[in-house]
């Protein structure tokens, strides 16, 4: 059986080895269990988040000229859309390869993490090798009036990251530099290889944990994770980027440069307002960790719900945990986390939530492990190397021996501000026990990311206990989705994460940004007057 691909899916522990959950991917994953799970080399990444819809992220670069990115803004919609010989004038102008519908490689390069979205046919695929490369590109786009969207792990919920335009991808500008407590990050590093290579230097960054994820989408949508609850969200971190701005700018944004799209890019979203291009980061030390996993059986998923919400916001905020009721295959509770500190330490913050849900779990593994193998174990890739916790086939971010599958899915989210009642409980424990291949994913807030206060930066929810993640990859998918969504509204309210994209939200504007969507608009206004990014929930 293959390891565990996501946070929704997870490993159980066998009588002598470790077992694990992985965090966020995709919304999905093949809810599998392994009997045992083996020690790896370290790593992982989140999507607490996902990327949403067309984020990116990459290298530095200083900034050219509306002209010299390629033609000038008096041309902009000048005549009707490109020629093949337009296209191949692109390529030929970029450091990095165009790819275009023929070519032996169009097939792969269009691809999303989420083969649902393997219908779609970009008009072309730009692998950019530097910002020159984007602004470029941002420079046809506005030339010919052709949609454009960017790429950085190509996680969108929605499928967002791709388009029948052209693609930004920024999987190349992917360097990762760590000095002097600061990370520089680059476009297309994948959260997998940004663990191993600050691991290297004894720093992390808070993140998630799904190892393909790219760091643009999770940074820029807010940045929920394992760690969260101890340093803040990513984006908590981030003190300054490069963004490549509509009209073909290269801006460093930070608190006194840009100030307001420095203050967008930390949970306004991704494919907003440019494509960003480097991220830097404040880095902690890094220490040994310790994770653990409790199960129960299904009878007892009501008193797990009511005593997991009442403890694990509250906790020290060196623990975070998360809850994970699922169908898929079988009706399983499990609440698992991670926790900055010694395993006895641990032991005795767990006991309280034992005694709530009044019952000792039917399984129980907890383990003290070094903060680069706990990340390759909240990414299902313990038994796997870096390398190989990597895409499969020819995709961007894949590498020669990667093994880390694609999967298919739909997802919905809410941002609980308050505890569930008991007939709220009730609720989702009865949604879930339907029939079908379903489950729902609660991890908790509070701690660090709490106090930010919600103005702060883009991201809203800071008063939310935690986040909820509806997903499914079954035949009447979505049916179950809306029916669980629409079940646990008037419980949850209208609040909901943009890394977590939902096409089918209503009233998204209020749900992903609440009393921080009017400055959004005022700063999108001002980025991007015409609009040169959009898709169907662009601020």
């Known amino acids: 059986m293959q390891p565990a691909l996501d946070r929704r899916t997870f490993l159980r522990a066998s009588a002598v080895t470790a077992a694990a959950a992985a965090t ?19 790593g992982t990444a989140s999507a607490s988040g996902a990327t949403s819809a067309a984020s990116a992220a990459g290298s530095a670069g200083s900034a050219p000229s509306a002209a010299s990115a390629g033609g000038t803004l008096a041309r902009t919609g000048a005549r009707g859309g490109p020629s093949p010989s337009d296209w191949s004038s692109l390529g030929r102008g970029l450091a990095g390869r165009m790819i275009r519908p023929g070519d032996a490689s169009y097939d792969a390069a269009r691809r999303l993490y989420n083969p649902s979205f393997d219908g779609i046919r970009p008009g072309g695929v730009a692998y950019c090798a ?91 949508g807010g940045g929920i994770g394992v760690l969260s609850r101890k340093y803040g969200l990513t984006c908590d971190a981030l003190e300054s980027l490069q963004i ?19 203050w967008a890019s930390r949970g306004g979203g991704g494919g907003n307002f440019g494509v960003a291009v480097s991220f830097t980061f404040r880095t902690h030390r890094t220490q040994d960790l310790t994770l653990f996993f409790l199960h129960w059986p299904w ?112 997802a919905k989210s809410h941002m609980a501000y308050r505890p569930l009642s008991a007939s709220g409980i009730a609720t989702l424990v009865d ?59 008037p419980h949850f309210g209208d609040h909901a994460y943009v890394n977590y994209i939902d096409p089918a939200l209503s009233g998204w504007r209020q749900a992903y940004y609440g009393p921080n969507a009017a400055r959004l608009a005022k700063t999108k206004a001002t980025y991007d007057p015409a609009r040169l990014f959009r898709f169907p929930q662009a601020i």
């Not at 490549?244 to 100030?259: E, M, Y």
Request: net charge positive.
């Open 130 to 220: 530097n910002p020159s490369d984007v602004a470029e590109c941002l420079a046809f786009a506005r030339r010919f009036g052709v949609p454009v969207t960017s790429r950085s792990g190509g996680h969108s919920y929605a499928g967002w990251s791709t388009g029948t335009g052209l693609v930004i991808d920024v999987s190349r500008m992917s360097a990762v530099r760590a000095s002097g407590g600061r990370a520089v990050v680059g476009a297309g590093a994948q959260l997998v290889d940004i663990y191993d290579r600050l691991a290297a230097h004894g720093v992390g960054i808070p993140g998630g944990s799904c190892p393909t994820v790219g760091i643009a989408g999770l940074t820029l």
């Open 299 to 410: 009878s007892r998923a009501r008193k797990a719900v009511a005593a997991w919400q009442a403890w694990a916001p509250s906790v020290p905020d060196a623990l975070w945990s998360n809850l994970h009721l699922s169908q898929d295959p079988g009706l399983d509770v499990q609440i698992g986390g991670v926790y900055v500190g010694p395993r006895d330490q641990c032991e005795r913050l767990l006991d309280p939530l034992i005694a709530k849900v009044g019952s000792q779990p039917s399984s129980r593994f907890i383990t003290r492990t070094s903060y680069q193998h706990a990340m390759m174990i909240e990414a299902g890739c313990s038994s796997r190397t870096v390398s190989q916790c990597h895409r499969q086939g020819d995709l961007p971010g894949r590498t020669a021996d990667g093994r880390f599958p694609r999967d298919a899915f739909s």
């Open 24 to 42: 966020a991917c995709a919304p999905t994953g093949t809810l599998a269990r392994a009997t045992t799970a083996t020690t790896g080399t370290a």
């Open 431 to 489: 949604r879930i026990s339907r029939p079908g291949r379903h489950a729902v994913l609660l991890d908790a807030l509070g701690g660090a990311v709490g106090r930010v206060g919600p103005g702060a930066t883009a991201f809203p929810h800071r008063a939310a206990l935690f986040s909820v993640q509806y997903y499914a990859h079954m035949a009447g998918a979505a049916t179950w989705l809306r029916g669980a969504h629409d079940a646990m509204a």
């Open 244 to 262: 490549v701005t509509a009209d073909g700018r290269v801006r460093t944004c930070d608190s006194r440069h840009d100030p307001e799209l420095y």
